[in-house]
């Protein structure tokens, strides 16, 4: 499935939410020194009406499962609980053999579970037309737009302009899919690379089988801050909704924090997490718009502006296109 048809996918799925109000205080203060500005996705700039990838409900999960293969043109023979459950089976198998490995906090690739998956299912005659070549990633996003619907936050196009038009540099940590960095040019109308994100700032967990909450992504930021932008640690700012997989690896590396409580989908406080005792963000944020009070307008000027034109003349990507 090529990249402009994933767009339209997605788009086809789509349908507008609106962040649900947390109650919870925003706390705000200047934020001097801040060059680099990376965030979470679901849940922080993306309304995730599930709060995070993967979280789904279970009642209607065996419905979903039937109606994605059924979408995807694959005809399945057994009830949507066995698929469902074959599915939940295949992703802790593949965690396993990542933990026996030594990957604290494992990720898969989501691909090769539905081919797994697909072939177990054949294999005790589930699945009809057998020998039929799949696509896979037509099924993953038949399913994940089913089970995790998205829409952007408010004002989250207009607070990375306002970044980037600044000289800020922008990056992604975030646990996702082959299928995440579409949401930007489906639903925003631009690329990752045209809403200033620098592919090297640029993390998903599926690409390198590890996942928030552990600091894997993190250092790998702040290595490459520090060595291709000069920018350290305390000059980073992370943006993200969840305490534990946002906010506390983020500041196990020295980035500082703004807790994004914009909506009660997604918040996770983690008040009884003993991982986050002692954790406290440097701001909280109750829209996105309010990050753009907390940063000088000159944020990320000094020190960016002879790498802003390699970074952005680099690994271009165009609206719709393969790369996303």
């Known amino acids: 499935m090529m990249g402009h048809a ?3 996918l997605i788009r086809r799925h789509a349908r507008p939410l609106e962040p649900i109000p947390t109650g919870v205080e925003r706390s705000l203060k200047p934020l001097p020194g801040v060059r680099a500005v990376l965030f979470d996705i679901y849940g922080t700039l993306f309304i995730s009406a599930s709060g995070d990838i993967g979280l789904v409900q279970p009642e209607r999960l065996g419905e979903v499962f039937v109606e994605s293969l059924k979408a995807a043109g694959i005809e399945f023979l057994g009830k949507g609980q066995e698929g469902v459950d074959c599915l939940v089976e295949t992703i802790g198998e593949e965690h396993d053999r990542l933990r026996a490995g030594g990957v604290e906090w494992p990720e898969v690739d989501i691909v090769e579970i539905w081919e ?3 072939k177990r299912l054949a294999s005790v005659r589930k699945i009809g037309g057998l020998g039929q070549p799949y696509d896979y990633r037509h099924l993953a996003i038949q399913y994940e737009m089913r089970t995790n619907p998205v829409w952007p936050m408010p004002d989250c196009g207009r607070v990375l302009a306002g970044l980037r038009d600044g ?13 995440t960095p579409y949401l930007f040019p489906a639903l925003l109308g631009q690329s990752r690379t045209e809403l200033g994100f620098r592919p090297e700032l640029t993390l998903f967990s599926f690409e390198h089988r590890r996942a928030k909450p552990g600091t894997d992504l993190f250092e790998r930021a702040r290595e490459t801050l520090r060595q291709q932008f000069a920018t350290p640690a305390e000059a980073v700012l992370y943006v993200g909704n969840d305490m534990k997989n946002d906010v506390a690896p983020a500041a196990r590396v020295g980035f500082r924090t703004a807790l994004f409580a914009g909506d009660r989908r997604s918040l996770r406080t983690r008040e009884d997490d003993k991982s986050v005792d002692g954790v406290r963000p440097d701001v909280v944020l109750t829209a996105l718009c309010q990050l753009l009070e907390c940063l000088p307008p000159t944020a990320g000027e000094m020190g960016t502006r002879d790498t802003a034109t390699k970074g952005r003349s680099s690994g271009h990507e165009t609206s719709g296109g393969e790369s996303a």
């Open 6 to 8: 994933i767009v339209e």
């Open 116 to 118: 797994k998956v697909l």
């Open 167 to 179: 000289g800020v540099l922008l990056g992604l940590i975030s646990n996702a899919q082959f299928f």
